[in-house]
């Protein structure tokens, strides 16, 4: 599999307090920067925060959710698909900054086809984001259940 780069955009309510989360709690590098946006690095891939006035306000944004696995699993949201101990080694890094979980840490799919970890967070302007870990990202990634 060789995947490239996702570009996305995302609205923050304050450019400086995002550049801050996302250079110092989840380690991205910062590229270009404009008076109103940032383009960073995550994990190999282009993310963009947008400072807009009608952006997310809060860490409870509403949005919708879907249940799994009995959580609620905020919709929209996005995230980043790592090996396994890169996902355990970031998952230990937010439980230390002391990241305020949607879903903490934990691993779906035990000793199963699939395994994986996973675990929810905001930033601070109500962007949902999700990490998962995987073994084997590319025998795993779009593993089909018994059920097809």
């Known amino acids: 599999m060789n995947l490239t780069p996702f570009h996305l955009a995302i609205p923050v309510r304050n450019k400086e307090e995002a550049k ?10 910062l590229g270009r920067e404009g008076e109103k946006w940032i383009d960073l690095n995550l994990y190999g891939h282009q993310l963009v925060c947008h400072e807009i006035a009608s952006g997310p306000q809060t860490s409870s944004s509403k949005e919708g959710s879907n249940p799994v696995d009995g959580h609620n699993v905020p919709i929209p949201h996005f995230g980043v698909v790592l090996e396994l101990d890169e996902w355990k080694a970031l998952a230990q890094k937010l439980v230390a900054a002391e990241v305020d979980f949607i879903i903490e840490p934990y691993i779906r799919f035990a000793g199963k086809a699939g395994e994986q970890g996973t675990l929810f967070f ?27």
């Not at 801050?20 to 590098?29: K, R, T």
């Not at 905001?122 to 089909?144: C, H, M, T, V, Y």
């Open 20 to 29: 801050c989360f996302y250079l110092d709690v989840l380690s991205c590098s």
């Open 122 to 148: 905001r930033d601070p302007s109500g962007n949902a984001i999700e990490f998962k870990g995987f073994k084997n990202i590319e025998a795993e990634l779009f593993q089909k259940d018994d059920q097809g």
